[in-house]
């Protein structure tokens, strides 16, 4: 089983920055990923960023290029999203998820996921 627990949520102005860190624990699998989603109210969970764990590659929603950046941290076992420039329809739970099939920007191919971490951004 893979462990995820996700930290940094918390509530900023717009314009403000944050910085989410995703802690993975438990099984490992040789070419997987580590995606951040995010889902707000009555709307449908949606794909922000995903690392590649073995190579760095990384991989962005438009929404979220230019402004959010993913980074991994390999002796930590922890995943970083830093949000800079924060919008009010950024306000949401934001999960981070582990795919063992590699990369993807679709939740079907994430298999675990963490509790997630309400940010909320006012305007």
């Known amino acids: 089983q893979v462990q995820l627990v996700e930290s940094g949520g918390g509530s900023v102005p717009a314009g403000g920055s944050l910085r989410l860190s995703c802690a993975v624990s438990?099984?490992?699998?040789?070419?997987?990923?580590v995606g951040w989603f995010r889902q707000a109210p009555g709307k449908e969970r949606e794909f922000v960023a995903a690392?590649?764990?073995?190579?760095?590659?990384?991989y962005y929603d438009n929404a979220a290029l230019g402004r959010f950046a993913i980074s991994r941290d390999s002796a930590r076992n922890t995943v970083y999203l830093q949000m800079n420039s924060l919008k009010p329809e950024d306000t949401a739970v934001y999960y981070c998820?582990?795919?063992?099939?590699?990369?993807?920007?679709?939740?079907?191919?994430?298999?675990?996921w963490g509790q997630g971490t309400q940010v909320t951004v006012s305007s």
């Open positions: 438990g099984r490992t699998f040789s070419n997987y990923a």
């Open positions: 998820a582990v795919s063992p099939k590699g990369i993807a920007g679709t939740a079907d191919y994430y298999d675990y």
């Open positions: 690392i590649s764990w073995s190579g760095g590659g990384t």
